[in-house]
């Protein structure tokens, strides 16, 4: 079982930046693949970004590329997602997620465990 915790969100302006964590509990962290989902409101819960247990591979989506980085501490147990040049557009509830690999952890099918989520609402 691994449970995982969010951190980080907030407002901010458009431009700005923000930077969320994810902590995980247990001691099989550096097992999971680890990612990030957002909805907004009226929206489908939407892939973000994914990482391998190593770090050395990343997927992200289209729309956050070049502006959101993902990385991951393993000493740490945390996930971390580093969002710059914020656009209202990237309003939403962030969740942390964990599953087998960066590639299946694109789809929701492939989330083993989800965190409860952050809010991050950018203002225009």
């Known amino acids: 079982q691994v449970q995982l915790v969010e951190s980080g969100g907030g407002l901010v302006q458009a431009g700005g930046s923000r930077r969320l964590s994810c902590a995980a509990s247990?001691?099989?962290?550096?097992?999971?693949?680890m990612g990030w989902f957002r909805q907004a409101p009226g929206k489908e819960r939407e892939f973000v970004a994914t990482i391998s247990t190593s770090g050395g591979i990343t997927y992200y989506a289209d729309s956050v590329k070049g502006r959101f980085t993902i990385s991951r501490d393993n000493a740490k147990n945390t996930v971390y997602l580093q969002m710059n040049s914020l656009k209202p557009e990237d309003t939403a509830v962030y969740y942390c997620v964990a599953g087998s690999g960066p590639t299946t952890l694109r789809v929701r099918g492939g989330v083993n465990y989800w965190g409860q989520g952050t809010q991050v609402t950018v203002s225009s």
């Open positions: 247990g001691r099989t962290f550096s097992s999971y693949a």
